[in-house]
Structures are given as C-alpha cells and as structure tokens.
C-alpha cells in the first residue's frame, strides 16, 4: 500500500527571508548550519561576485535521529554528541565574529516528540537558536544551491537531495527560458518557487515532494533483513512506492535535454567510488557528470563485496559505510523511473543554500552565475 504523501507537498512554498539591511556590507561573514538526522554541518563565507568563498567549516556525524524510528524522540547520547558538536559551531562563529547566519535543522526534529526541549536545551547550553525548516523549504534551498551546475542545454531538470531522514524531490521545467538565463533562472528561485510574475524568464517548478525516508531512517526500517542483497532491494522498491503521488512518476522524459543533480553524501561517495578515490577531493568529485549505467556499475560492485567489504574499502568513508546501501538503493530507484546519460554530482546543499538565500536577499552577489 503506497503510504499518503506528506501534507502540504506540490503545494507552492513561501519564501521564507531574512529581512534586509537598508545597507549589506559586501565584506560582511555569513554563516549557515544544517542539522540533519545523521550530521550537523556549518559553513561561514563571504560574498565574492556571484559566488561565495568559504572561510570556515565544520562537519561532523552526530546520528542526532539514532533510534528515532522505533522510539519517535530523540534519544540521550545523540542529543549529547550533537550538543558537543554545536559548541564547537558556536566557537567558530565567535571567532569569526559572524553576525548573518541561518541556523536550521530538518527531518529528525520535524519528526520527533521532544524536539522541543532539544531546541531549549541548545540555547540554554550553547547559545545558539536553531529553526526547524519545512520541507518545502528544504527542497527549495537543496534546488538554488545547485544552480551553477545546470546545463544551459537542460530543459526537464531533477533535482535530488538524499538526506538523513527525508529525500526531496523538485522537478523544474526549463524549455521556456532562454539557453543563457537557466542557471540564473535556477537562482532566482531564492524568492521562492512561484515566480510567474517575475519579469525575468523564469524556471517552472513542475512538482515536488518530500520523501519522509533517508539513508538513516530507511536502514532503520529494513535492519530486520539480515540478506544483504534482499535488504537493499526491498529498501530500493519501497522507496519508489513513495513517488506514486509525485507528478513526473509517471512521465518518460527523453534523454536529451533531461539532467538530473543529486546532492547528497550518498551521490558524492558513489561518484568517489567511480573515479577510484582513496583519499575524497572535492574539486574532482563536485559537478562530475555520470551515466546511469556508470552509477549502476558502482552499486553492483558495493552489493558483491557485503558487508565486511565495504567497511574495508577506502573510498567509502567510516561515517558512510553502513548508510550507503540504503541511500544507493534510493539512488537506484531514481534511476530505474528516470534513466539518464547527464546525472551531475553536488557536493553542495542545504548549507550553500541558505548562503546563497541570504546574500541573495541582502544583494550582495552579483547577477551572473558562472
């Protein structure tokens, strides 16, 4: 039975801003920070032309939705790690003297009863005011942050974003605007997805939804399955049970014009895994174009070495090595709806959206997107 799909999703989303200052320092820092079901993950950066440049990070595996599944809270020792993790967040951005930033989480505390008193214990502990984003939101930021790796040849564009415990979906049709205007187009979603009375050409966002599975939350329902082989197919057919609402399910499109971007730990470690990396270089993966076949080869081989092999393999980090069956099986779903010649890899997301967003709304970046 296809479960219902989350409330609110094809709906249009607001656009949700920080309010402008009369007068944005262009050398002003920015921060953003995207709590996720397995990560808690921070950039600062300032402005730079139509880009950014990063001037601090941080990244860490915080499993903040361990066992949120089963319990529907979030439990003691995740709530510590993340609290940990924060500090350091808070320290970095009073180093930096950051005055702009975002701070947001997403699907474990969407979902769990005490997300509340975590939110509390945060502010009370660390000083930091966290926001839990909708996933209308979410998928909106996933979609701008990937605008520089759009072809100006797409015309049908999917944009992916596996998460740790939800996957968004946007569908965005192209064929109207100018071959020259569709990455700017892409970026103008900043105000949010419907945009008709722009006078600018603008991107048409056909549908989305937002999946209530990620690669945490969907091992978590099929850790029961001790066969490796039948769990991973059992999680890939069970997801795609998930898009029967979403509009495009149905559709066929032709390979030529159609692009998919996924952005995602998942999509990046395949992509790492393809090109043989023992030690992850962001500047070979990020916009890496691959075919489904490549892709399909790369979870062929993760099924044939099991378990033991994948803990053993080098390109496949330590904080990714149980997580990434399930998020290729959402991956391999993805594939087998909509085969593609053009998957182009994002090492870039929640976190480079919300910059993007922020600047976007304070006028800091320039028009052109490279």
């Not at 361990?66 to 180093?95: F, H, M, P």
């Not at 965005?172 to 605007?177: G, W």
């Not at 053993?312 to 709806?337: K, T, V």
Request: hydrophobic share 40%; aromatic share 6%.
């Amino acid at each position: 039975m296809t479960p219902k799909r989350p409330t609110g999703a094809g709906a249009f989303p607001k656009a949700v801003e920080t309010p402008a200052p009369l007068l944005a320092d262009p050398a002003e820092l920015y921060a953003a920070l995207d709590l996720g079901t397995n990560s808690c993950r921070m950039l600062i950066a300032q402005p730079k032309g139509s880009q950014f440049h990063v001037i601090d990070s941080f990244s860490k595996s915080v499993q903040l939705g361990s066992g949120l599944e089963s319990s529907g809270s979030l439990c003691r020792s995740s709530i510590s790690r993340t609290i940990q993790a924060l500090r350091v967040c808070r320290k970095k951005l009073e180093k930096h003297d950051v005055k702009r930033m975002r701070l947001v989480a997403t699907e474990a505390c969407r979902r769990a009863k005490n997300s509340r008193d975590f939110l509390r214990r945060v502010q009370r502990e660390t000083g930091l005011r966290l926001e839990i984003i909708k996933p209308e939101e979410e998928a909106r930021l996933a979609v701008i942050s990937c605008a520089p790796l759009v072809s100006t040849k797409t015309e049908q564009l999917l944009v992916v974003d596996i998460g740790g415990g939800s996957t968004e979906l946007v569908w965005i049709d192209l064929s109207t605007v100018p071959r020259a205007e569709r990455p700017r187009a892409i970026m103008r979603l900043h105000t949010g997805f419907k945009n008709a009375d722009s006078p600018f050409p603008h991107a048409k966002v056909v549908d989305w939804i937002s999946v209530p599975l990620g690669v945490a939350t969907l091992m978590e329902q099929f850790s029961d399955v001790e066969d490796d082989a039948a769990r991973f197919a059992l999680m890939s057919w069970y997801f795609e049970e998930k898009l029967a609402d979403f509009t495009p399910y149905a559709n066929d499109p032709a390979r030529e014009g159609f692009q998919i971007i996924g952005t995602s730990g998942t999509v990046t470690t395949v992509a790492a895994s393809h090109l043989g990396l023992k030690r992850y270089d962001r500047n070979k993966v990020d916009g890496l174009r691959m075919t489904s076949e490549q892709i399909d080869r790369v979870i062929r081989d993760y099924l044939s070495m099991g378990p033991e092999g994948r803990k053993r393999d080098p390109r496949i980090g330590r904080d990714r090595q149980e997580l990434i069956m399930s998020g290729a099986a959402i991956l391999q779903a993805l594939l087998r709806i909509w085969p593609t010649d053009r998957l182009s890899v994002a090492d870039r997301g929640l976190r480079e959206g919300l910059l993007y967003a922020q600047m976007s709304a304070d006028g800091v970046l320039e028009e052109a997107v490279p």
